[in-house]
């Protein structure tokens, strides 16, 4: 599998109603099936913030054929600085592991990062997500 499945999405109006501030979930980012090829440190993504926004992010971890030693760690800024979140760090079995929904408020200069490490298998981990401006 390739990693062609990434893209990013940015709409700034829905039928002429401007989508930010207005309660409207927007799809700023997605990936599907991203494939962690190494066991070092893969970013997902990394997605500039040019302003201060409020986002949810959804992730979602797929192990296929053998259970592997994994770690998802979110990073960003908000007001005081700084942010980290690690999403899951250890074994993970075969299987699909949903992590739980973050809600996030970020500043402006700082991107919204997703890095995933696995220790001891390569290809073994495919990774969902989506971030969503609120």
């Avoid at 979110?74 to 979140?85: I, K, M, V, Y």
């Amino acid at each position: 599998m390739s990693n062609s499945g990434v893209y990013s999405l940015r709409i700034a109006s829905y039928n002429g109603i401007p989508t930010y501030g207005n309660g409207i979930a927007v799809d700023i980012y997605d990936v599907d099936n991203f494939i962690i090829p190494v066991t070092t440190a893969t970013t997902v993504y990394s997605i500039p913030i040019t302003s201060t926004i409020d986002c949810l992010v959804y992730v979602y971890i797929r192990v296929i054929t053998s259970n592997t030693n994994t770690n998802a760690v979110l990073t960003w800024a908000d007001e005081s600085g700084p942010q980290t979140l690690t999403l899951t760090s250890g074994g993970l079995a075969v299987g699909g592991h949903p992590m739980t929904p973050s809600y996030l408020h970020m500043v402006a200069g700082t991107p919204l990062v997703l890095t995933v490490t696995t220790s001891n298998h390569a290809n073994q981990v495919f990774i969902t997500s989506d971030v969503y401006l609120m």
